[in-house]
């Protein structure tokens, strides 16, 4: 009963997606001209051979064969009232080694956008379906296949209709209900729901230097988990001053209210922020505010530099209160002009089939410091990727967290029809055992254990070939190995894939 549960839950948000698409097919409010769907459907197999299946520590090391058939599909479809864009896979990974098992991933993302009413009625829908680290520390690998006990499926997304009514040029207004959800496989974790309500009154296009925002917001998560509760209620007033066509001044006030369960003193009272926005050049674009926030100095920036056509820099940092449930169900997306997923952030793709584990779940609120870099080079015959995030959780019932973590990759085309990646990464966690513990004797119970200190290194060298129209084969050697401080938690495991897809 409960796999059948999780699948279902794991098939949520695809099935939403669908049905958005479906609702909104020529047959409903889309004219013909507007039902541009396409659909691209891929299926296959493969092979994995490892040493440490469970990402144990040497001594303890098992080998394994798994195979992994799959199934999956990508749809994007575009028109004069609704845009859509999701993937799809669906795998079955049978472990054979001492202990053999069957696992069910489900990968998923998407969002689509629609308008129900002309100029004034609209909906948003996301969906998301992965299989994250459990805790913070839990062990990876370059392989989603390997080490599956330290992952578990989550699922999120929302749908959020809003109204937009426009007063001429003077004002514009919007009213928006958001609704989200997060469901977890493990139960130590728990499920979440958000319910948003927003109003917002903006100034007009007539006052040309003078952009003035009135915003009334309320949000009440309700978690499975008490310390995952929080309601909040924000009233603010942001202004932006053109002080040129390239300069910008920024300031906004405002009051909010906090209730959770997750800190000691809930950080009610005055909010505010002043900043610049600056674009001096087309290839440049820089957001710098300070203020306060959450009882404490509130910095957030962001920075676009297109270094060459071929070269982009693209940095990010927040100061937010969060829960990682809702990290789930508030994701944010884009396409790029090929049709990719990716992320508005960092500027980087977004695959299902990554295997980036995050940085773990936990049930309880927390105020995240979290920084984003990313530089992008698309050439003729390559491309490469330096990505890096810094984050800290500050907790008042655990110690703090802090996550490092960098990658580099190397795609490159050697003929028309072959491809060969190369990548390097590394991750680190660190956490403030003596603020509630230590990490000999780590808070546990109802919060786990706290993350364990550990850095951990990991290798990929992918081949791809054309072997036929449509058909495409690949092999990968992977490599992973982690530092720790305690001996226990360290470990190395290798892995050789074979695999061949089909496009249809």
């Not at 680290?133 to 989550?154: K, M, W, Y």
């Not at 006052?207 to 917001?217: G, T």
């Not at 309320?218 to 066509?245: F, K, M, W």
């Not at 920024?250 to 505010?272: F, K, R, V």
């Amino acid at each position: 009963m409960t796999y059948r549960t999780e699948r279902r839950r794991a098939l949520l948000p695809a099935a939403a997606l669908l049905a958005f698409t479906q609702a909104l097919g020529p047959a409903s409010v889309l004219p013909a001209r507007a039902a541009n769907i396409q659909a691209q459907r891929n299926a296959g197999f493969d092979v994995t051979i490892t040493d440490n299946v469970n990402l144990e520590p040497d001594d303890r090391a098992d080998a394994a064969l798994i195979l992994s058939p799959f199934a999956g599909v990508n749809v994007r479809g575009e028109g004069g009232r609704a845009d859509f864009i999701f993937d799809y896979r669906l795998t079955l990974d049978t472990t054979l080694s001492k202990n053999s098992d069957v696992n069910v991933r489900n990968d998923f993302i998407g969002f689509g956008t629609a308008e129900l009413v002309d100029d004034m009625l609209f909906v948003d829908v996301t969906g998301s379906a992965s299989q994250p680290l459990i805790d913070p520390g839990g062990r990876t690998s370059t392989n989603a296949s390997v080490g599956r006990g330290n992952r578990t499926q989550v699922v999120g997304g929302s749908i959020s209709p809003y109204l937009l009514n426009r007063f001429g040029n003077l004002a514009e207004s919007e009213l928006r209900y958001r609704y989200s959800y997060t469901f977890v496989g493990k139960d130590e974790i728990g499920d979440s729901t958000t319910s948003e309500a927003r109003a917002r009154l903006s100034t007009g296009p007539v006052f040309s230097r003078v952009a003035l925002d009135a915003i009334a917001e309320y949000e009440n998560t309700d978690s499975e988990s008490r310390t995952g509760d929080i309601e909040r209620s924000t009233y603010r007033l942001n202004g932006q001053y053109a002080v040129s066509r390239r300069f910008f001044l920024l300031a906004s006030g405002g009051y909010e209210t906090i209730e959770t369960n997750s800190l000691n003193d809930d950080p009610d009272g005055p909010i505010w922020y002043v900043g610049f926005l600056t674009r001096p050049g087309p290839r440049t674009e820089l957001r710098v505010t300070y203020g306060e926030r959450y009882g404490e100095p509130d910095y957030n920036g962001s920075l676009t530099y297109r270094i060459t056509p071929r070269l982009t820099f693209q940095a990010g940092y927040v100061h937010v209160l969060e829960t990682t449930q809702r990290q789930f169900s508030s994701f944010q997306l884009a396409v790029d002009p090929s049709g990719q997923l990716i992320d508005p952030v960092t500027n980087l793709p977004v695959d299902i089939t990554d295997t980036d584990p995050g940085f773990g779940l936990r049930t309880e609120a927390f105020i995240a410091s979290r920084f984003q870099t990313s530089l992008v080079g698309n050439y003729d015959r390559n491309t490469v990727t330096l990505a890096g995030t810094a984050e800290e959780r500050e907790y008042d019932i655990r110690p703090d967290e802090r996550y490092l973590s960098a990658r580099l990759g190397w795609t490159r085309r050697l003929s028309p029809g072959t491809n060969l990646f190369t990548g390097v990464g590394w991750r680190r966690t660190e956490n403030d055992g003596n603020a509630a513990g230590t990490a000999a004797a780590p808070v546990a119970g109802i919060l786990g254990p706290a993350a364990p200190e550990s850095d951990t290194f990991s290798a990929r060298v992918a081949l791809t070939h054309s072997l036929a129209k449509d058909v495409f084969g690949s092999v990968a050697l992977g490599r992973t190995q982690r530092v720790a401080d305690d001996e226990a938690d360290e470990y190395t495991e290798n892995s050789l894939t074979f695999g061949v897809r089909i496009v249809f």
